[in-house]
């Protein structure tokens, strides 16, 4: 009994073993540095005083240079897909674009958190007052990224863009996004 259970521990811990090594130390392939890029969608939350929260479709592509486990840098641009809008008011953006400070957290050889801070801009598209606007402004976020396979991964990300007034009336503006990065 005790030579099975000896065998069965031996072939288990081959096995983890095994796996352990040939799964990536982190998010985004068994080498962490290099080049990264990805797609993503989703909404952007948009609360503007007086008006009821709009939430645009948006679309973005980044470009990344990943350091080491734990720092990128990474750029990003996108559009609507389709605006968002509450009580006749209407808004989309025509352009987003951000540059990012990206820190990491490995958590588990498939799973990284992380946060953002950086640049963002947005040029708003309005159906009212100041109908077309740029605005560009700090911006920060928290999101986390699983490995896939195949130098694969996909995240989930929230970001709070750049926030400004619309002819005296103050904006926020939430990112939501869920995406995939290809890891060079």
């Not at 948009?46 to 973005?60: K, V």
């Not at 958590?107 to 953002?116: C, D, E, M």
Request: charged share 10%.
């Amino acid at each position: 009994m005790n030579i099975k259970l000896a065998l069965c521990s031996v072939g288990v811990g081959a096995w983890v073993s095994t796996a352990a090594m040939a799964a990536p130390p982190y998010p985004g392939g068994s080498a962490y540095g290099g080049l990264y890029l990805g797609a993503s969608a989703g909404e952007v939350l948009y609360d503007e005083q007086g008006l009821g929260q709009m939430s645009p479709t948006i679309a973005l592509f980044r470009i990344g240079q990943q350091f080491n486990p734990y720092l990128a840098i990474e750029g990003r641009i996108g559009t609507s897909v389709s605006g968002g809008d509450s009580f006749g008011y209407r808004v989309n953006s025509q352009a987003l674009y951000a540059g990012y400070l990206k820190g990491m957290l490995p958590l588990s050889p498939w799973i990284s958190g992380y946060a953002i801070a950086g640049l963002s801009g947005e040029q708003w598209h309005r159906n009212y007052e100041r109908f077309n606007s740029n605005d560009v402004g700090i911006s920060y976020g928290l999101g986390a990224e699983l490995a896939v396979g195949g130098n694969a991964s996909l995240n989930v990300e929230w970001a709070r863009l750049a926030n400004s007034d619309n002819i005296g009336y103050s904006y926020s503006a939430d990112q939501l996004t869920f995406g995939v990065n290809w890891h060079f």
